[in-house]
């Protein structure tokens, strides 16, 4: 059974920094993408950071110099550093693990955690 844990999440001053943890056990794909995703109220979930197994990335243009995500294999750990946060910034952060290349595409995704909040202020 895939699980994966999200933490990190906190209320911060715009400018300021954040890192998201995401612990990931139980899948066993050879080849496979985690990726980092939010979703504001009212709002649909987006693709923010993906990565592959090869270290691979791909992000999404709102975050691009500002987030960067990374893993480290020995502890299966997914990792979301954030800086200059940004008001719209603001969001539950969720980590998702699929089969196969990266992808921000949500619905590409079958295994989810169960979110983070993060909260930047003006």
């Known amino acids: 059974q895939v699980q994966l844990v999200e933490s990190g999440g906190d209320s911060v001053q715009a400018g300021g920094s954040l890192r998201l943890s995401c612990a990931a056990s139980?899948?066993?794909?050879?080849?496979?993408?985690m990726g980092w995703f939010r979703q504001a109220p009212g709002k649909e979930r987006e693709g923010v950071a993906s990565i592959f197994t090869s270290g691979g990335t791909r992000y999404a243009d709102s975050v691009k110099g500002r987030f960067t995500i990374s893993k480290d294999n020995a502890k299966n750990t997914l990792y979301l550093q954030m800086n200059s946060l940004k008001p719209e910034d603001t969001a539950m952060y969720y980590c998702a693990v699929r089969a196969g290349w990266v992808s921000l595409n949500p619905d590409d995704y079958p295994h989810w955690g169960q979110g983070t909040q993060v909260t930047v202020s003006s």
């Open positions: 139980g899948y066993r794909y050879s080849t496979y993408s």
